[in-house]
């Protein structure tokens, strides 16, 4: 059995922390980053290895933002209290990138309502239809996210959006949907 390093046992220099502190996050591995969000290790494994051993179960940075909390603590050394660190630490990274939206946004093009929703819809896995539903001054009054379908296909029928037209007063509307498969009919 091999002897757990303990955090005053490392070199300050090759400390998560100490390293974010001094070169700032961005220049800090996804690892490290992970390590300093779980906080600590196990008895037997040390936070860094712990947060290593998790990123290659979930391959990268894009398996691990979809994780679940089952997913999570299906893996030994991680227990509820670390999985939710996890999962808050990424919705607040999600957060963070999302746009923030002025009191109505105005839509003058169709580059416009597709910026609107891109950074969100990028990451699906699956096909979304969302309908951005205007008022008369090209203002966006809801957003709805009408349909989900499969990787490859997303079947909507026109009365769901437009019953949703009806009971929002809208006078306009875009439709959007996204290719999580990368395929473009």
Do not use: W
Not at 50 to 68: I, M, P, T, W
Not at 114 to 130: D, G, N, P, S, T
Not at 156 to 176: D, G, N
Request: proline residues 3%.
């Amino acid at each position: 059995m091999t002897q757990k390093l303990k955090m005053k046992q490392i070199p300050k220099q090759d400390r998560p922390r100490e390293r974010l502190v001094e070169l700032g996050a961005s220049n800090l591995s996804s690892q490290e980053l992970l390590a300093i969000i779980i906080g600590s290790g196990t008895k037997t494994e040390s936070v860094q290895d712990l947060a290593k051993r998790l990123y290659a179960f979930f391959q990268g940075d894009e398996s691990l933002r979809e994780a679940s909390i089952e997913e999570l603590t299906s893996i030994k050394g991680i227990g509820l209290a670390k999985a939710v660190n996890i999962l808050a630490s990424l919705e607040l990274g999600k957060r963070a990138f999302k746009k923030v939206m002025p009191e109505r946004l105005v839509i003058r093009s169709p580059q416009d309502g597709a910026e609107f929703v891109m950074e969100e819809m990028r990451l699906l896995k699956q096909e979304h239809f969302v309908c951005l539903f205007l008022n008369t001054k090209n203002q966006i009054i809801h957003r709805q996210t009408i349909f989900i379908g499969s990787l490859s296909a997303s079947i909507v029928h026109p009365r769901e959006v437009f019953r949703e037209a009806v009971k929002r007063s809208a006078a306009s509307l875009i439709c959007i949907h996204n290719h999580p498969s990368g395929v473009r009919l």
